[in-house]
């Protein structure tokens, strides 16, 4: 059994998974297909006041149609024709996909309604998530100095050997680091260095282009098992 199965076992028993990029991802695959090309009809605030208050900017995406869903690091991308929504489900936030008569639950705290009649519901009881607009999300400044997605072909063993020859720190806060690649938190970070036989505290300028290389298949491997 794998450590990332535990610590799911884990956190279902003790009140829900805390989001993770697998999380993150298997959010934006399960609502994309409900919202693109779709409009947003209108949009309800119930509760503004997340980990950055709902600025009334986000109205401005009223009547306008979804173009793109993506994921970047841990933050979910709605793109309109003239800007963005990005949002973070902080420790505890979701985003489902409801029926117009589903009652409303007491930590929904932004409602959607869709031009299908169906709604996506916003919910974060600890409200550590955030609901942002943005005319230019490539360059806003949650997202221009995130490091590359680790499941991309740009981060590969000759990118992370680079960077991580030139940090003593310990291999496994060198990976959790989002300058360095986004999306490895905690248990995927254990997880992967496990399975390349790697001691978390191992200086990061201390591990050989071999082991390295292994690493990055690990890394990859485990959040694609944890997606899957």
């Known amino acids: 059994m794998s450590l990332g199965f535990l610590f799911f076992l884990l956190c279902n028993l ?23 090309s779709e409009t947003i009809e209108s949009i309800e605030v119930r509760n ?3 980990r950055w208050p709902i600025s009334d900017e986000v109205y401005a995406l009223e009547s306008q ?22 949002i973070h489900l902080g420790m505890s936030g979701s ?36 609901v942002l607009w943005t ?8 997202i221009n100095k995130l490091g590359p997605e680790p499941l991309s072909e740009e981060f590969d063993a000759d990118y992370l050997y680079i960077l991580a020859k030139q940090r003593k720190l310990a291999i496994k806060q060198f990976l959790m680091n989002s ?24 200086a990061a300028n201390n591990i050989s282009l071999k082991r390295i290389q292994i690493l990055v298949e690990k ?8 997606i899957q």
Request: charged share 30%; glycine share 8%.
């Open 14 to 36: 003790i009140g829900g998974v805390l989001p993770e990029l697998p999380e993150v991802e298997t959010t934006k695959r399960g609502i994309a297909p409900f919202l693109l």
């Open 48 to 50: 503004g006041r997340l």
């Open 65 to 86: 149609k979804v173009r793109r869903i993506l994921r970047r690091g841990k933050y979910i991308i709605l793109e309109f024709d003239h800007g963005a929504m990005i």
């Open 95 to 130: 985003m489902r996909i409801v029926e117009p008569d589903a009652e409303i639950k007491k930590h929904d705290h932004v409602v959607f309604y869709l031009s299908s009649e169906k709604q996506i519901r916003f919910n974060d009881p600890r409200r550590f998530g955030s």
């Open 135 to 142: 005319k230019d999300w490539v360059e806003h400044v949650l």
């Open 179 to 202: 300058h360095v690649v986004v999306g490895v938190g905690n248990i995927y970070a254990n997880e992967s260095l496990f399975l390349a036989g790697i001691h978390p505290k191992r």
């Open 219 to 226: 890394i990859k491997l485990v959040l694609d098992n944890a």
